[in-house]
């Protein structure tokens, strides 16, 4: 589903740069900010929780927890790839001025027809860049990418520049579609067809049936639609095996940049990397705007401080559980950085603790959420090789007393479905998720016949089910 943004009508904006200046197309762009002002605008920091979290029902407050999911705490790459952005939308639309004889030409002419005479302006140029961005699955791309587009007006409405009407009203700053699976040049133009339609308003385009025709429609609606910049997500679908060489899709796509003077931004998983790097024009093509790979936080970050600080304050048990060290580390452990991971697992925690009667989190607690909310990524090889790089650097915690020392401090008030030893928790965990569950039972009667005896405790003693002194005994 592509993204929507809003529609605003235009307010043009002095420019200094002289390349810039006298094009409605960058005019009606918002203005430029600072660092700061870019990082509050791309910051989202949910309501904190109030005196409810005390006083209001489980049910209803665990309602509050998708507050959770909508925290965006940006980052140091938010404002690099932010300027990129902005900047190559600028550059493509510096050679793309609609009140220009090129750009008329530009309009009326497809890119490959043959034209004998040229505009006094001379020539089409495009200047239409490429941006990368890659990183591992989950790691914040998509998040980033979103907030970051919609600072941006997604259309713009054009009626009158210096008091003089102008030939097109609609300007679409950017779009945003997903890589088809099967690298289809086709199911590409269907979506950006539809993606076009969609935030101008128009009727569904019915895609050509012949692939000369097909070209020529998105052509002409991308020149059109005054496109300023079309970003492609989940590029790793592009295999350089299955396509036996250069993608014919990646073809398609330099075209838009190279002719139609489109900027593009390409986003996918460390996978995309071997397709990039297999010639030296994809390569070249697809960072002269930028090129970015995101990582992983590490713990001791200003990143990952800062947004675990934020995230702790969304906390709505009936109880408030400080965020100590080893609350943290055991977090980080379990998530690697993953920032999804971390919202995800936090709000599980949050949830399966409401109502039991001990509302506190512990370490015990955020290991049985994590193991809930992130069971098949958990099990992903990108995770566990983080897991084990993290365990070959050292960073995840040895000192046990530390982590005595937490949880010993927290209310305790004893529940039946919670564990209350983490020393134990995960052989519990194995053996309750066990397929072999019943066949490891030799007996599961014993305890009813105890009851059925004139001593069930000598009974269970005997059976050695029972153990009076569990540190001098030895049961397992």
């Not at 300027?83 to 939308?89: F, G, L, S």
């Not at 492609?232 to 060489?245: A, C, H, K, L």
């Not at 040895?398 to 005595?404: L, R």
Request: charged content about 25%; aromatic content about 8%.
């Amino acid at each position: 589903m592509s993204l929507i943004g809003r529609i605003e009508a235009a307010a043009y904006n002095d420019v200094i740069f002289p390349e810039f200046q006298g094009n409605p197309l960058i005019e009606a762009l918002p203005p430029k900010l600072s660092q700061s002002s870019i990082l509050t605008k791309l910051q989202v920091y949910p309501p904190l929780p109030t005196d409810f979290r005390y006083s209001g029902d489980e049910g209803d407050r665990e309602d509050f927890l998708a507050y959770i999911l909508m925290l965006r705490q940006p980052l140091e790459i938010y404002f690099d790839v932010f300027r990129a952005v902005e900047r190559v939308i600028k550059q493509g639309y510096s050679s793309r001025n609609p009140l220009s004889p090129t750009t008329q030409n530009y309009l009326h002419y497809r890119v490959d027809e043959p034209i004998s005479v040229f505009p006094s302006t001379g020539k089409f140029i495009s200047r239409g860049r490429g941006i990368t961005l890659l990183g591992e699955s989950g790691i914040g791309k998509t998040t980033m990418l979103e907030q970051i587009l919609l600072y941006f007006p997604q259309v713009i409405q054009h009626n009158k520049y210096n008091n003089e009407y102008i030939g097109f009203s609609n300007q679409v700053v950017w779009i945003k579609v997903e890589c088809p699976d099967k690298s289809s040049v086709r199911e590409l133009c269907q979506e950006i067809l539809i993606s076009l339609d969609q935030v101008t308003g128009s009727p569904l385009t019915k895609p050509a049936s012949n692939h000369s025709n097909l070209m020529f429609q998105i052509e002409q609606r991308i020149k059109s639609s005054h496109l300023g910049i079309l970003v492609i997500d989940e590029m790793q679908n592009i295999s350089v095996q299955r396509t036996r060489g250069e993608s014919g899709l990646l073809k398609f796509l330099k075209k838009i940049v190279n002719r139609l003077g489109v900027p593009m931004l390409f986003c996918g998983n460390p996978d995309f990397d071997d397709v990039l790097v297999s010639t030296t024009q994809n390569a070249r093509r697809s960072e002269n705007g930028g090129a970015f790979y995101m990582e992983r936080l590490s713990q001791d970050s200003i990143g990952w401080k800062a947004f675990i600080s934020q995230l702790w304050q969304l906390q709505w048990t009936n109880v408030n559980t400080p965020l100590t060290d080893s609350l943290d580390c055991k977090l980080y452990e379990l998530t690697v950085g993953n920032v999804d991971f971390a919202c995800r697992t936090y709000a599980e925690a949050q949830s399966l603790v409401m109502g039991t009667g001990d509302e506190s989190l512990c370490e015990v607690v955020l290991q049985e959420a994590y193991d809930r909310a992130c069971v098949q990524s958990s099990r992903s090889s990108e995770v566990l090789n983080a897991k084990e790089e993290l365990l070959s650097k050292g960073e995840q915690k040895k000192d046990s007393s530390k982590v005595n020392k937490a949880t010993n401090n927290q209310p305790f008030i004893p529940s039946v479905d919670r564990p209350q030893h983490h020393e134990f928790s995960d052989a519990l965990r194995d053996m309750l998720t066990s397929k072999h569950l019943k066949e490891n039972i030799k007996d599961p009667d014993r305890v009813q016949y105890a009851g059925k005896t004139d001593s069930p405790v000598d009974y269970l003693r005997e059976k050695r089910l029972l153990s009076e002194d569990p540190i001098a005994e030895e049961f397992f």
